[in-house]
């Protein structure tokens, strides 16, 4: 015979740390076993680093308004940010390297933990896309340099120049001053990173960028770095990164925050200790800025940056709105 059901009311509980934990608690003992409702999921839900995410997180929202998946809502979402010429750290006019060449980096996660990633790629506007060709019609996750153009183009992607005549100009003027050095952090870069649940409670990501304006010819940052600028965990949740891609990938910054989430951490808590750690382990921070987002399988999201200025835009069945994250300091 069934063992007794019993079940016991949230708030009969009194505990607002088993809300936060909203965990399925499934205790069985002979007689009683204890089942605790799990907190309401919010989706579909949307969220994207910068106000740039605004606009991409609409294009996403036609995907998963319409019981879309994840996977395709995060690829149309930042595809509209990679396409964007005035975007100047993403895709088409995006800021060169020292040398004027644009090169991109992306990668993309479904909820089955498979991923695709490109680096250093060149001439192509949807660097998006070709990483999740690389994940669906590869046995690798990374392709990069030539030979991730090379493969772009047998899949049928156009090449293109990306560098726009505003791009150029920007790295003309650039020049001027430039000791030829690399002078990182007073450069540029807002990659987009984009989080989203869909109506099946599946998570997927991705992550773009043109990278640190101005960098060192051949240098690749976070963002095409599956652990580093974009986790995703169909169990747990998601998280991206945005700013100096050295420093996150020095903390394996989002595989972190996933598994603080994992073990109670809210989103905002899970960015924030990230961001402590990369504090922790650089002794000169100036101008070392970056910014994490992240969401949890129950839709609730958080995000945290070193200085302040970091913000992500969030969709939800409400609204899209741009939310300023917290952050550790001001920038004096
Ligand atoms: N994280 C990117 C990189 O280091 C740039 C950015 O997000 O601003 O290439």
Redesign the pocket.
């Known amino acids: 015979m069934k063992s007794r059901r019993k079940f016991i009311k949230l708030s009969a509980m009194g505990s607002a740390a088993l809300l936060a934990k909203s965990v399925i608690a499934s205790e069985k003992s002979d007689k009683t076993e204890i089942l605790v409702s799990p907190k309401k999921i919010t989706k579909p839900i949307v969220v994207s680093t910068w106000k740039h995410g605004m606009a991409a997180n609409e294009a996403a929202w036609k995907i998963l308004s319409q019981r879309g998946s994840a996977l395709d809502a995060v690829e149309a979402g930042v595809r509209v940010t990679e396409s964007d010429p005035d975007n100047m750290?993403v895709g088409l006019g995006g800021l060169p390297d020292r040398e004027g060449f644009v090169t991109l980096?992306a990668c993309i996660m479904d909820e089955n933990n498979k991923c695709g990633s490109v680096a250093f790629l060149q001439d192509i506007e949807n660097p998006i896309s070709v990483a999740r060709k690389v994940m669906e019609k590869t046995q690798h996750v990374m392709l990069a340099g030539e030979g991730a153009k090379q493969f772009a183009v047998e899949q049928g992607f156009k090449t293109t120049n990306l560098l726009t005549p505003k791009a150029k100009k920007a790295w003309e003027e650039w020049k001027k001053e430039s000791k030829y050095q690399p002078v990182i952090n007073i450069e540029n870069?807002?990659?987009i990173g984009m989080l989203a649940i869909d109506e099946r409670g599946n998570l997927s990501g991705a992550c773009t960028?043109s990278?640190?304006a101005y960098?060192l010819h051949g240098r690749v940052?976070?963002?095409p770095i599956i652990g580093a600028?974009l986790f995703v965990d169909n169990e747990v949740g998601a998280a991206c990164?945005?700013?100096?891609?050295?420093a996150?990938i020095r903390i394996a910054g989002t595989a972190v925050i996933v598994e603080l989430m994992r073990n109670g951490r809210s989103p905002e808590e899970a960015c924030k200790e990230a961001v402590y750690r990369i504090i922790a382990k650089h002794k000169d921070l100036t101008n070392l800025q970056v910014g994490f987002l992240a969401l949890n399988k129950n839709g609730e999201y958080g995000g945290f940056s070193v200085y302040k200025g970091f913000n992500y835009a969030v969709h939800t069945n409400a609204e899209n709105k741009l939310i300023d994250a917290k952050y550790d300091r001001d920038r004096k």
Do not use: F, P
């Not at 990164?241 to 050295?246: D, L, R, S, W």
């Open positions: 750290s980096d870069h807002d990659t960028t990278g640190m960098k940052g976070d963002s600028g990164a945005t700013g100096m891609g050295e996150v």
